[in-house]
Every structure is written in structure tokens, then in C-alpha cells.
């Protein structure tokens, strides 16, 4: 059997695609090119598969090739116990998962010596198979047959008891049986769960669930994980139940279906009631446990995938945020006992001055601070300030309000920046060696600076896990979120594009090919030598080969180097296209670069040759008209309403401007100004179901909502992205009148515009910590 061939033909069923795609995909992976590389520069390979495509191919590659290790490992494993005939070898063959292959193996796992193999030694098998065949037999007449006290059976009892044992065993490792039973729990069960005695007040926060069931089904991940994380801090207790319990006596379902398997039946015979007591038996002591660790584990893994998938789709939004771009920045860190750091970077984000001023208590320097603000923003020319959403923050947006205000003449716009992660890089190695004369906390204020100018630069020299926009990330499987976060920032990084004279290690170490010691020999080539002037100068770089000069080349740019093409995304491989083009219109490069009608009147094709093919030539005249595009969308900034500083200065009704700062499964979180993020539930979004919040928002939106309700004690807000709307979400009403559902949570919105807002009010597009997200939503 070829397996590889049997792996491909899956993926490519899966995707929908040609095997002769998948085919070429995997060679190219496995060759060591990146996905970004393949989407990018290898469309006729793969029939353009894009980036998403790839990523679903090398993930599913990664498990079908996992399963097929483990497939080889069971065969081998049965094969040394003599158990392995040509039935068995087909049926461990045509195993399509993990969970079947394991279901098939479980007769076969060694394991510890059970009841039914002790039982077995004893001789008590032969009493099993025939009690099974033949239920007239007298079950206690043929078992004393079997008693005997030196094999430890001591009274026909005990025989029974030890037959038992052994067709409990055989009933919960019917591969089929159990396959069977699993899905069927899966599409009725449901999870009940219960507060613990005495822990209602230490585990509020889970007050939701203290008395909650739902379908299986119907669970969205982030109440899967809260039960699970509640459950983990001995809160809450949690029950899988296999369906709602049944009003009528007699077998469930689930023990028809086992007697079924096995020709059971209470017809009236001497050992039938024996047997049904045994099938009921092995359903509830055996079978029922082993499936709710399977639909627990399925749950979880359920729960999981959702939740790096928002993750991962979150931080994708909140890395191609737009950037401030080259405008001098002033960065504070908010602080109230320690003062709050100021950090002014120029257009390039290097460091032109720091400062601690004092404006909050218990020093108060209120004027002397807006005196030592107004003269960093004059002597460098300031015309952005950002500050850190974190402790004080509110307090230090007023104080930028005021220097606003005090100094029209510097035409000055305040911005407020999501600070998560922010004291991670302030304390790593890089910031250590990229701003060793600064304190660590002067080196927050920078970062602050920064993110606005240009976040994806920023934030790449953070572990994607500490910028914190996922949802119970900490409940997560590290590896698997680990791998998808990677993957986003690398598509991002090069999706964008990277100049190579000005990126940070950091930075270049997210280019498709560039590892981080290999980002490190370019930083230091360049700090020896001068900037790059081409890219035929890369390969001058120690450990830079062929293979890294091709994954990494194409993602490079070199502004005002010696060849124009070198600042877009052409890759050098195809440069002779170019220079062909160049000959059939006349002139140099640099006159067809954005002449977006000589370029519009070339035909593709006819630059079509044996190794660029017309999505590769279509791409390069795309790329010409214009050169190295930002891919990511133009700054704008919003306005927080006037008067409206803390929770209770909301009231239901109240129209609001806000920022999008997460977006989870059931709603989205947006800042409008009070220190606490409202949440617009799903319901809320739209007037159409909404199948997915981030079909309607993503980080970083500014948006337009109402305020619907306003809980104080319990800090919770909720919003509606429909303006019309009167009352609480018709979701969140509902959910507040089932005892047994959990609450809606509060809204969160989307829209744009605002009244009555601030002069020059900002905030930035950015994430706070999905944690953090969920207490300043009161829902933690």
C-alpha cells in the first residue's frame, strides 16, 4: 500500500483539490520551503493554492502522517502477540482516525492484569462463551461446573462473577460497538454541571454555571473551557450525561444497543436476566465511563480548536492593524505612585528623549508635567500622542486632553494603545540589547510609542501568547496554540513585507527562510557594512545559502537600492520577466514601475515561458503598478464621548464611539471609555443570524453603539451594534429566563461615528489580553 499516495488522496478530497496539488505542496514542504514562499512563488506548482489552503494542508499532513506512524506501531504490535490474520491487518488499515485506529486496538493493548484476564486464567472464559451462545442454560447449575478453589473460584458465584468479567471486557472492545455508542452520545448527550457545596462565593465568577446543562452539540467553546476551568478550581462539578434522562423503566437505549450487538434478548429463558444484568453492568461500570473520557477529551479538543482559531484570527487582525506610520510619536505609560513614563521616538521610532513626570497623586505636578509634555512635543516635533491603556490610563488621557487643549499650536492627536505585552518585551533579552541605556519601565513607554507607528513591527518581537487576544489561552494545548500563532505571524510579517535596512532581528526572524541566528548575521552585516544596497548583497551574508536566499528575497525590500525591483515584491528568480516586459515597451524599469497604463496594455501571456507560468506573470504586473502596497488599512482613530469616564456615567440608550479591543465566539468586546469593556453578544450584531462575530467586527474597529443595560455591582455592560434596538439583546433576555442555560453575557458593538465627542480623542486599534477582556467585562 502506498501510503504517502493514500495521505495526499485524503488532503486533497478534503480541500477539494487535485491530488497533483497536494502532491506538489508536500514535495515543496518537505523540501523546506514556508507556506508564505509556496502561496506566493509557486502557484503553478501548487494550482494556486492560497496561504489558508496551505495551512490546512500542512496541518492535516502533520495527523495523517501521525496516524500513520501509530497505524504502523499497532500492526507491529499485534503481529509480535501471533493475533494479526488478514481481516484484522484490512480492518487496522481502513482506519480513517486516530480514535478508530485505537478503538480497533484496545483488545490488543497490553495492559495490567484485569478482572476478566484473571478470569480467564481461572478458566472461566469457556463459561462466558457459553452462557452467551446458549441462554436456557441454568446460569448457576453450569457455573459450579467451574468452582474450584486452587484457581481462586470459590462457588459458582464466584464463577459467574468472573464470567461477567470477561464479557464486560468484550462488550466495551467491540471497535464497532463502541464507534457506534460514542456518536450516538455525542448527538444527544449533554454536559450538567453543579456548584460544589460551599463554594458559591469563593467561585462567583462561574455563577453562570452553578446550575446549567446543554447539549453537547450546542456548547460554544468558551463555555466548554469556563466549566472545564471551573471544574479545575474545584468549583463547579460536571456530569456527561448520555441523553435526558428517561421517564420509562427498563434498558436505556444504549443497553438495547449492546444486547443487539451480541443476540441478547429477554425471551425467557433460564440465563437471559443474567445477561441483561451483565449488559447493564458492562454499560454503566465500563462502556459509559470509557466514553465520557472520550467525549470529555472531544469536547476539550473541540472547545480548543475554536479557541486558537479565534485566537489566531484576532491576533491576524490586530498585526495588520494600520499603522500610524512615520509620524514622531510621544508614548506614555500610565502610572500613578511611580509616575508615568514618557518615551518620544521620531519618524524611524528611534528614541529622541524620556522623561517620569508626576501629574497624579500623591505628587499632583500637574502643570510642571504638561510643561515637560509640551516641550518634548515642541523641540521634536510631536504629532501623535499614545498611551497605554493599563493602570492610570484614564487619568493620563485627561492630562493629554489638557495639553491638547492648552496648546492648540501643536496640533497634537491622542491615541489610546493596548499595552498588553508591553512589560514582557520591556524585561526580555532583545529590549535589553535594544535599548540598554533605558530603564525597563522607560522601555514600556517606548513600545507604546512604537505599536502605534507601526504594529505588526512592534508587537512580532513579543511571543504572540503574551499580546494575550485569545480566549482561556492558558487552558490551551501549548504546542498546538503555539503552532497556529506562529503561522499567523509569519503569513503577516511577510504578507506585508520587510525592509530589510530598518527591521529589528525580531522582525526579520518571522521572513519566510530566516532563522533567528540568520536574522542576527543580517543585522550584523548591515551594522558593519552599511545598508543592503541590493539583494544580490543578502547572499554576502555568513550562513545565508541558496535555499534561504530563496525562501527570503522576495519578502525583502531595499528602498532606493541600485534596482528598482529590489523594493517589491518580485521575487529576483523572475526579474528576466521584467527586464522582457521592459523590452517590448522601451525604456529602463524605473519607467514601467506604476505606469499603470503601459503595464495594463501588456498581455500576460505572452511572457508566459517554461518556468513562469500566467498566475506568476499576472501577480508580477500586479505587483508593478503598485510596488511593495501595504496590504494593511489606513489609520483612523476614534472619539470617546465627552462626560463619559467611568460605568456609572453610562445610562441605557446612550449612543457611544468605541473600539473593538476582542472578539470572541459569543460576542465582541468594545472600550467606550469607562475602564470596563461592554460586550455586544452575538445576538446583538445584526438584525441576520450571525453565524461568526467576526463576519460583522474585527480588533481594532471603530464602531458605533448603544448602551443597553448597565450592571455596576456585577460590572457588566452590554451594548447593541443595532441602534434601534430597546432592552437587552433578544438572545441575552432569553438565556436570562432559562434557570438551566447559562446567562447571556453583556454586548459588545460596531458601527462608527459618535456625538458629542472629545476634539482630537483617539483610540488605536488594539487588544487588550482576552483575561483581561473578560473581567473588565465583569465576566470573570
Known amino acids: 500500500m502506498n501510503v504517502t499516495k493514500s495521505v495526499e488522496d485524503r488532503i486533497a478530497e478534503e480541500l477539494g483539490v487535485q491530488e497533483r496539488q497536494v502532491r506538489a505542496a508536500v514535495d515543496l514542504l518537505d523540501g523546506g520551503s514556508t507556506v508564505p514562499f509556496i502561496a506566493r512563488y509557486r502557484k503553478e506548482a501548487t494550482g494556486a493554492l492560497d496561504d489558508a489552503q496551505l495551512r490546512t494542508l500542512e496541518e492535516r499532513l502533520r495527523y495523517l502522517r501521525e496516524l500513520e506512524e501509530r497505524r504502523t506501531a499497532v500492526l507491529e504490535s499485534v503481529r509480535t502477540q501471533g493475533k494479526l490474520d488478514a481481516a484484522l491487518e484490512a480492518r487496522i488499515r481502513e482506519a480513517d482516525s ?31 462463551d457459553r452462557l452467551l451462545a446458549d441462554p436456557g442454560v441454568e446460569p ?11 484457581k481462586g473460584v470459590a462457588d459458582a458465584a464466584a464463577a459467574l462473577e468472573g464470567a461477567r468479567a470477561v464479557l464486560t471486557e468484550r462488550f466495551g472492545e467491540d471497535a464497532d460497538l463502541i464507534g457506534e455508542l460514542r456518536e450516538r452520545m455525542w448527538s444527544r448527550g449533554r454536559v450538567v454541571a453543579k456548584v460544589r457545596g460551599g463554594k458559591e462565593e469563593a467561585g462567583a465568577k462561574f455563577a453562570d454555571y452553578f446550575d446549567f446543562s446543554e447539549p453537547f452539540t450546542q456548547l460554544p467553546s468558551h463555555r466548554v473551557l469556563a466549566m472545564l476551568r471551573g471544574e479545575k478550581e474545584e ?80 491576533l491576524r487582525d490586530l498585526l495588520l492593524a494600520a499603522p500610524a506610520g512615520t509620524r514622531a510619536t510621544m508614548g506614555l505609560d500610565p502610572g500613578f505612585r511611580t509616575g508615568v513614563k514618557v518615551a518620544v521616538v521620531d519618524a524611524t521610532g528611534k528614541v529622541a528623549a524620556t522623561e517620569t513626570i508626576y501629574p497624579h497623586v500623591p505628587q499632583q505636578k500637574w502643570d510642571a508635567s504638561l510643561a515637560a509634555l509640551a516641550r518634548l512635543a515642541r523641540e521634536h516635533s510631536v504629532e501623535l500622542i499614545a498611551i497605554g491603556n493599563g493602570t492610570a490610563s484614564r487619568e493620563t488621557d485627561k492630562l493629554a486632553a489638557d495639553l491638547i487643549a492648552r496648546h492648540p499650536e501643536l496640533k497634537l492627536t ?6 498588553a505585552g508591553a512589560s514582557v518585551y520591556s524585561a526580555s533579552a532583545f529590549a535589553s540589547q535594544e535599548l540598554p541605556e533605558l530603564d525597563v519601565s522607560l522601555r514600556g513607554a517606548v513600545s507604546i510609542a512604537r505599536r502605534l507607528q507601526d504594529p505588526l513591527a512592534e508587537l512580532v518581537k513579543i511571543d504572540p501568547k503574551s499580546i494575550g487576544v485569545g480566549q482561556y489561552q492558558h487552558d490551551l494545548s501549548e504546542s498546538k496554540l503555539s503552532r497556529s500563532l506562529d503561522a499567523v505571524v509569519e503569513d503577516c510579517v511577510n504578507g506585508v513585507g520587510v525592509d530589510v535596512n530598518t527591521a529589528s532581528t525580531p ?19 548591515r551594522d558593519a557594512n552599511g545598508p543592503f544596497r541590493s539583494r544580490k548583497a543578502l547572499k554576502d551574508v555568513a550562513r545565508l545559502g541558496p535555499k534561504a536566499f530563496e525562501q527570503c528575497a522576495g519578502f525583502l525590500r531595499i528602498r532606493d537600492g541600485e534596482d528598482p525591483l529590489d523594493a517589491s515584491s518580485v521575487h529576483p528568480e523572475a526579474y528576466p520577466v521584467v527586464r522582457a516586459m521592459v523590452k517590448t515597451t522601451g525604456g529602463e524599469v524605473a519607467s514601467l514601475i506604476g505606469n499603470t497604463a503601459t503595464l495594463r496594455s501588456l498581455r500576460p501571456a505572452d511572457f508566459v515561458n517554461d518556468s513562469f507560468g500566467l498566475p506568476t506573470v499576472t501577480d508580477i504586473l500586479r505587483e508593478l503598478e503598485k510596488p511593495g502596497r501595504d496590504p494593511r488599512p489606513a489609520f483612523k482613530t476614534a472619539s470617546f464621548k465627552e462626560g463619559v469616564e467611568k460605568i456609572g456615567d453610562l445610562t441605557p440608550g446612550m449612543l457611544l464611539e468605541g473600539v473593538v479591543t476582542n472578539v ?63 432592552g437587552a439583546p433578544p438572545r441575552e433576555r432569553a438565556e436570562r429566563s432559562a434557570p438551566r442555560q447559562r446567562r447571556g453575557n453583556g454586548g459588545g458593538g460596531s458601527g462608527s461615528g459618535g456625538t458629542g465627542a472629545r476634539p482630537r480623542q483617539a483610540a488605536a486599534p488594539g487588544n487588550d489580553a482576552m483575561a483581561d477582556a473578560l473581567r473588565r467585562a465583569g465576566l470573570l
Open 235 to 314: 468549583v463547579l462539578d460536571l456530569v456527561l450525561e448520555p441523553e435526558e434522562p428517561s421517564q420509562t423503566p427498563g434498558p436505556t437505549a444504549y443497553e438495547q444497543s449492546v444486547a443487539r450487538r451480541f443476540g441478547i434478548a429477554d425471551r425467557g429463558r433460564p440465563a437471559d436476566k443474567w445477561l441483561a444484568d451483565t449488559v447493564r453492568w458492562a454499560w454503566r461500570t465500563r462502556i459509559l465511563v470509557h466514553l465520557g473520557i472520550d467525549l470529555r477529551l472531544r469536547l476539550r479538543q473541540a472547545a480548543e480548536d475554536e479557541a486558537v482559531r479565534v485566537f489566531a484570527a484576532n
Open 140 to 150: 448457576l447449575a453450569a457455573a459450579a461446573a467451574f468452582a474450584d478453589a486452587e
Open 98 to 128: 486516530k480514535a478508530r485506529l485505537e478503538d480497533i486496538y484496545l483488545p490488543f493493548k497490553p495492559k495490567r492484569r484485569t478482572k476478566a484476564q484473571i478470569a480467564r486464567e481461572a478458566g472461566l472464559e469457556p463459561l462466558a
Open 507 to 525: 522582525l526579520l526572524s518571522r521572513v519566510s527562510g530566516i532563522s533567528s541566528g540568520l536574522a542576527e548575521n543580517i543585522v550584523a552585516h
Open 664 to 726: 470572541a465566539a459569543f460576542g465582541a468586546f468594545v472600550d467606550v471609555g469607562v475602564h470596563q469593556d461592554g460586550l455586544v453578544h452575538v445576538s446583538a450584531m445584526s438584525k441576520t443570524f450571525v453565524k461568526d462575530p467576526r463576519d460583522v467586527v474585527k480588533p481594532g474597529d471603530i464602531v458605533r453603539v448603544k448602551v443597553m443595560d448597565v450592571d455596576i455591582p456585577r460590572k457588566r455592560i452590554s451594548l447593541t451594534l443595532r441602534l434601534d434596538d430597546e
Open 414 to 419: 491622542k491615541v489610546m494603545v493596548s499595552e
